[in-house]
Structure formats: C-alpha cells, structure tokens
C-alpha cells in the first residue's frame, strides 16, 4: 500500500473495479494532472506533475484545469478542502473521500449542456453517462459502506446535473437521491407492458390492448401512459377499462406526475414520440415492453422477454426498412461525428456502413432496466427526447424518437441487439397503384421496351414487419386497418397474407401510400392458417371495439 495515502486511496487500490473507474475518469478528462491530486493524496515525488496540455477542437468545452486554474496557470488543481475553509463541526463526513470525484462533477457541471448547438454534445454526453454509470456499477460492488456512500452520493450529483428532468421529481421534489428513488419504484424480475396513448390514437390502442387480453390471453400487466386529462380524457380511460374481458386491469400513469415538465413539454410539438422513452423510465416494471398505438402482435408478449437477444444484452431492438442509400448524408455526418468507435451491433449494421437512411423501428422496445449500463443508455435516449433538445437536433436530423434508442444505448456503451433481419414486408402480392410509387430501375426499363423485374414479385401494404430467431412472423406497426392514413379507409379491415424479407424496398410516394418489397417467387412467404386465424380474431374484436367507441359519439 502507498504511504501516507488517505483511506480512500486505500480503497480505490484494493478494488480492481473501483480503481478501474478511476482509471476511465482520468481518461475521460484527458488532465494529465487529474491523478493522485484529485484523490487527496501528495506524494513526495513530482513524478506525477506534469502541466495539462488539452487539446480541444471548437465544439468541446475546455478541460477541468481550465476551468479551475484559468489559462497559463501551471499549479495543479487544488482540492475543495484546500481552496474553501470549512468548519469542522459542519463538515461533510464524507467531504474527504468525495474530492477525488469533485472534479469530474464540476467539469460537469462547469459545462453542462444547456443550449445550443446541442448538436455536438451527444457523444460528450454519452462519454460522462459512462462515468457515472462506473460510479454507479463500482457503488454497487463494494463491501465497504463508505465507499459505498462515497460513490452514490457522486452519482446522485452528477445525474441531476446531465439530465435536468431528474431533479425536484414531483414524487419528492426535495430529495437529493431523484435516481436512487425512481431506482426504488421498480419491482425486481417483474416484467409488464407500456403503452402511451392520447384522444386521437385511444382506438388504435384500444385495438391492441384487447387483441392482447381477449385474444392472445396475455396476463402481462399493461400501463397505459398519458400527459394529463387534456392529452387521455377521463372518459376514454373509462372507456378503456371497461374493455378488458381478460386478465389484470389496465393501470393507468399521468406522465406529467412523474417529471417535470419545465425541460420536457408533453403538450408541446411531439410529445407524443417524446412521451415513450419517459414512460419506460417512469414504469414500475423492471423489465419492460414498450408498444405504439398500432402494433400489432403476432406472438404472445411474453415472447419479447425470452427472445435470446434481449436475454443476452438486456435490450431488444427492430430495424427499419432499408431505403434512400446515400439520401441523408448530414444524417451520417452527425452520427459518426458523435460515434468515434462502433461498437458490434453498429460495426455491423448496413445503415452505418452503406449510409442507408433509417436503423430503428420504435413501434417495440424491449429493455431490462435492472441492467445499469442499459439504465444509463435509456437516460441518455430521454435527453435526446427532452424539448430543447428534440426541438433543436434530435426529430430535425432524424424522425422522431425512432433513431434516439440504438444511438442512446451505444452512445453510453450499453449492451444492445437488432433483431438479424433488417424490416421485413406482410401484405398483399401486387396491390399496388403504381402512380403513387418510386420505381426509377423500371421506368427506366420501361422507357427502354424493357422489363428489368418482370419475373419479380410485389407484396404490398402499410405495414413494416419483424420476425423472431427462428424466422416466423413476431409483430408488424400500421394497425390492423388496411390503410389508417385514408379517411375513406377508416373501417376498412383485411387480413394481409404474404410476407417477404431481404428483397427490395419501395417506398410509396405519398405518407399515406403504399409501401412495397419486390423480390424472386422464392421470397415470397404464405402466412400460416394459424397467423390467419390469429388475424381474424383480431379483426373481429376491433370492430367490437369500433362499435362501442362510436356508441359514445366520438
């Protein structure tokens, strides 16, 4: 052991795991004056002195020496106890041991993000979620309770100056642990549904929600999240209970109760999107789904929770549709300017390596929370989705909230995996208005007496599906309305029969259009009697579900 080192010295060097957190935050600070200093320790020799030399492009903030020593200041940075007398008798029993952490917290908070451009700071912000989340991991392995307390209270000042939307919760706004309190609400190993729902989507919802209870026969419980009576009105939460044949009853959470609201603005432009990530962190559940309005489901939901993905890295995710290579090129820009080392799931996907233009589908969202890297990764996708910052950068280079789940996982290195296929297409073969598609190769061919995909198949819809390992049909977005976006297609209902994946996508031209995939007579799957049966069941008890909802004049 060092002489003369303090007792937390002592600690930090007999734990690997809390000497490696060291190690990471003098890395992350890139103060070669950020060692031994910091932890309240001088040793005799100078060998560990060397002036910062920080070296910083014009979108990173300057390094903690210069903020505490200002420019062409040679000393090391002192410790609080050094440059602030105290008062014994007041101190902080735990001011000693909570200097080697002070630095970092003040680089923190000496430079949070707090405006524009919010564009540069992802990755800056995803670098300091991992040092907290070292704290957070090494608070945990410790036998020692000082230490213990050491690291939580560190942890605790940190996360309520990186995510605003943590401080003065409204459940106890005067606690000093908003982290370790929404910690507590979940309930170990319990699993459960979330779904966010408003006025215009409640029947979309209602659609799933009884296709989950009534046909499927799931005893999963389901959270239904909302901004307030003005976003989900009493009524149509009345109306929702009232529709359960079939399991626990619907549990019913305001968001607005929860966070608030000041850096969040649910009621403002699309705080319908930014609601969801809010809602997975907000939910009691432990292990948590979380569905849109229009999911449709075509295996039980507990199936998500023993999909071998999710049980190897505690975060499940969907791809999209591969579309538009090489259309958003800033898009990409941004992303490898904030990603500096792809992790496996990244090094690998064709959005980042062939500049595709969208990775994620959010309709499903499966996370263990009980997994602190994952946690972490889902604070760093509600920032993203807090209003000054989906306003500013988040839904104007990507759309939505879609992109935020992969990128915030990655981002604060957690562990995550994409289902193996990229989206997949189940609809009709061939129903398709052809003035209303992009299809450029057969134009072209055309134009020339040619037809370049004549021994090619289309199938056809609104719908992007997902399969599971073994390759069956998991879950499709879109609903079970043929077309949702047309008025005139509002009650019009059909069971799509083919599916194809790994073929060529063909984006409608219009929002409300068609999509397609066209491939070989070989790509084209039937959907099984049972997924037909499936399907019907769900149809039938929509339009239940119709009938009683316009009973009540809406």
Not at 79 to 98: G, H, K, M
Not at 248 to 264: C, K, M, N, R, Y
């Amino acid at each position: 052991m060092m002489k003369g080192a303090p007792p937390i010295v002592s600690r930090v060097i007999r734990s690997p795991r809390i000497l490696a957190v060291f190690i990471f935050a003098l890395v992350f600070l890139g103060s070669s004056t950020f060692s031994f200093y910091h932890l309240g320790w001088r040793p005799d020799s100078s060998i560990l002195y060397s002036p910062t030399n920080n070296k910083h492009d014009e979108h990173t903030s300057p390094g903690p020496q210069a903020a505490v020593d200002g420019p062409g200041n040679p000393n090391p940075v002192q410790d609080l106890t050094e440059t602030q007398p105290v008062n014994e008798s007041q101190q902080d029993p735990l001011a000693d041991d909570i200097n080697p952490f002070r630095q970092t917290i003040q680089y923190f908070k000496d430079f949070e993000f707090k405006q524009h451009p919010y564009q540069h700071s992802f990755g800056d912000q995803g670098a300091r979620t991992k040092v907290v989340r070292n704290w957070l991991i090494a608070s945990q392995e410790t036998a020692d309770p000082r230490t213990q307390q050491t690291l939580s209270q560190a942890v605790e000042e940190a996360i309520q100056i990186l995510y605003p939307f943590m401080r003065k919760l409204p459940t106890n706004p005067d606690s000093s642990t908003p982290l370790a309190d929404l910690r507590s609400t979940y309930e170990p190993g319990s699993t459960g549904i979330v779904i966010t729902a408003g006025d215009p989507i409640v029947r979309f919802a209602a659609h799933l929600i009884v296709s989950i209870r009534s046909v499927l026969r799931s005893n999963l419980l389901i959270q239904v999240f909302y901004g307030g009576d003005s976003d989900l009105s009493p009524a149509k939460r009345k109306w929702l209970s009232s529709l359960i044949e079939f399991g626990p009853p619907l549990e019913f959470v305001d968001i607005t109760t929860q966070f608030d609201q000041s850096t969040l603005q649910f009621d403002k432009a699309h705080g319908g999107w930014a609601m969801k990530p809010f809602a997975m962190l907000a939910s009691r559940f432990e292990n948590v789904i979380l569905l849109d309005a229009d999911a449709v489901l075509l295996q039980t939901p507990e199936a998500f929770f023993s999909h071998p993905a999710f049980l190897r890295s505690g975060a499940l995710l969907f791809h999209d549709r591969l579309l538009w290579k090489g259309g958003f090129k800033g898009r990409h820009d941004w992303w490898k300017e904030n990603i500096k080392s792809p992790g496996p799931q990244l090094a690998k996907s064709l959005v980042w390596t062939e500049e595709y233009a969208e990775e994620g589908d959010s309709g499903v969202i499966v996370l263990d929370k009980g997994r602190v890297d994952v946690l972490m990764g889902l604070l760093h996708i509600c920032w993203q989705n807090s209003f000054p910052v989906r306003e500013s950068i988040t839904y104007k280079i990507t759309y939505g909230d879609k992109e935020s789940y992969w990128f915030g996982l990655e981002l604060t290195g957690a562990g995550y995996e994409f289902e193996k296929h990229y989206g997949a297409m189940l609809g009709w073969e061939n129903d398709i208005d052809t003035d209303h598609h992009e299809d450029e190769e057969q134009k072209e061919g055309e134009d020339k007496g040619e037809d370049p995909n004549k021994n090619k198949t289309r199938i056809c819809s609104f719908t992007i599906a997902h399969l599971d390992e073994d390759d069956k049909l998991l879950w499709y977005n879109g609903g079970l309305l043929k077309n949702k976006l047309l008025k005139d297609m509002e009650d019009v209902y059909e069971v799509p029969n083919k599916w194809m994946v790994d073929a060529e996508w063909i984006k409608g031209n219009k929002k409300e259009a068609f999509s397609c995939m066209r491939g070989g007579p070989e790509e084209v799957h039937d959907i099984t009697d049972w997924e037909r049966t499936l399907l019907e069941s769900f149809i039938e008890r929509a339009k239940w579900v119709d009938g009683s909802y316009k009973a009540l004049g809406w």
